[in-house]
């Protein structure tokens, strides 16, 4: 994730933005750990798909140790 995180920085993206499966919890507390924030939802009502929720980072305000990490 950090790698992604880099090449958005680097490229000139405001954030980074994934969608998890509402059911999932162990890997809606790593998004979160890792300083994403819940921002919305996907509701398919479908048989096939899964209802998830929508994460963002923003990169922008990333603090001058993280910066560093970046460069």
Known sequence: MEAIEKLAFR???YAVRLDAVKTHQK????YESRGYQMVGELIFNSDVWV???????????????????FE
Do not use: C, I, M, R
């Open 27 to 30: 890997l809606l507390s790593f």
């Open 11 to 13: 490229q000139g993206h």
């Open 51 to 69: 209802d998830a929720f929508v994460f963002e980072k923003v990169l922008t305000e990333v603090n001058e140790h993280q910066k560093a990490k």
